[in-house]
């Protein structure tokens, strides 16, 4: 527009609190997300699992059901809610994997592959708000599929066990909720750090699976024949196990929860040293 028309007015609209900008992001990603018919999809079939165990909480409070299946009087079908809410977890945590793997190459791989970071922090966007806006994406994803129907089943239990069952086993839904919180942060974390790294999304998306696969292997490849339980420390999935077996007081891992947090903690770390190093506002091409 000509400076001397004189026609232009300032923007008199109102203005994204500087405390949620990030969010913008986060939305915009949803909605291209969810455009494929697939993934929306597939997101649908990760909650058919908290379904079934939904009933199956409802069925282990059923006396007709229990006198159907000849079962003694006050003799539950489930006995062992902790082992329930576990496997429930790691079921869904397999879900969330394969999310990450669709979902998390298109979050930073097409800005960097367009040389979009530039537009982004040439307005109000700071480094640390576009790597959080992007995180919340898959976050959010693996939060709404993992602890949130952990702690609705939590809250059926409650119901049909009475208000004191609450209080005593208060600890199932602490467990739940840092359980599904670790696996969110972890997956989104690791994610992005391959989005950021590798350009192509198909390979992205693979080497989300092959880093818990690939570190499976090699892990119990190095524990074989070295003797040892170091090879561990390669394996995200097992600290993953190690930690939520402690959460919800399951011995079945060597590995203790010290142990399995530092790792995670590692990694994470790892996860965002490999993003500040790719996420600039400039790139350097030798």
Known sequence: MAVYKRSY???NGGLTPTWSRFWILTRYAWRYIFRSRFMTIFFIVCFFPAIVMLLGLYLNHSDVLLRLLRLPPGRALITNLSTYFLVFLGIQAGFAML???FAGPTLISPDLANNALPLYFCRPFSRKEYVFGKFCVIAWLVSLITWVPGLILFLVEAG???GSWIWDNLWLARALFFGGLADAVVLALIGLALSAWVKWKPVAGALVLGVFFLG???GAAI????GTTNGY???IGHMLSALWASLFRVNDFDTSLGTAV???AAVSALCLWLLSRKVRAFE???
């Open 99 to 101: 999310l990450t793997a």
């Open 262 to 264: 530092f790792q995670l």
């Open 216 to 218: 499976a292997g090699f």
């Open 160 to 162: 049909l066990s009475g």
């Open 284 to 286: 350097v091409v030798k």
């Open 9 to 11: 007015r300032a923007y």
């Open 223 to 226: 524990n074989a024949v070295m």
């Open 233 to 235: 420390f390669i394996d």
